[in-house]
């Protein structure tokens, strides 16, 4: 059973920075494509960052030069660095892993960005 769990969402003012975390957990033996996405109410859900199984990145244009995608030290473990956060970037913002049996999800944390 693959599980991912995220923290480090919250209330921040605009203009400030959130740092997210994602751990997976299971049977993974490998470095694998992992990404984070996230959802605001009455939008679909959008790809925000992607890292690759072998470090490359990729981002949406509207957080290009604003938020980092890296991976931790543990396997399969992600980070998301949110600096010069929007009013806009308020969404519930989930992981993503992929693997070659399936594909899995965090439940999510919540990410709120006052003006």
């Known amino acids: 059973q693959v599980q991912l769990v995220e923290s480090g969402g919250g209330l921040v003012q605009a203009g400030g920075s959130l740092r997210l975390s994602c751990a997976a957990s299971?049977?993974?033996?490998?470095?694998?494509?992992m990404a984070w996405y996230r959802q605001a109410p009455g939008n679909q859900r959008e790809l925000v960052a992607y890292?690759?199984?072998?470090?490359?990145?990729n981002y949406a244009d509207s957080v290009k030069g604003r938020f980092t995608i890296s991976r931790g030290s543990a396997k399969n473990t992600v980070y998301l660095q949110m600096n010069s956060l929007k009013p806009e970037d308020t969404a519930v913002y989930y992981c993503?892993?992929?693997?070659?049996?399936?594909?899995?999800w965090g439940q999510g944390t919540q990410v709120t960005v006052s003006s």
């Open positions: 299971g049977s993974i033996f490998t470095i694998n494509p």
């Open positions: 993503y892993l992929r693997l070659v049996r399936g594909e899995y």
């Open positions: 890292i690759t199984s072998t470090g490359g990145t």
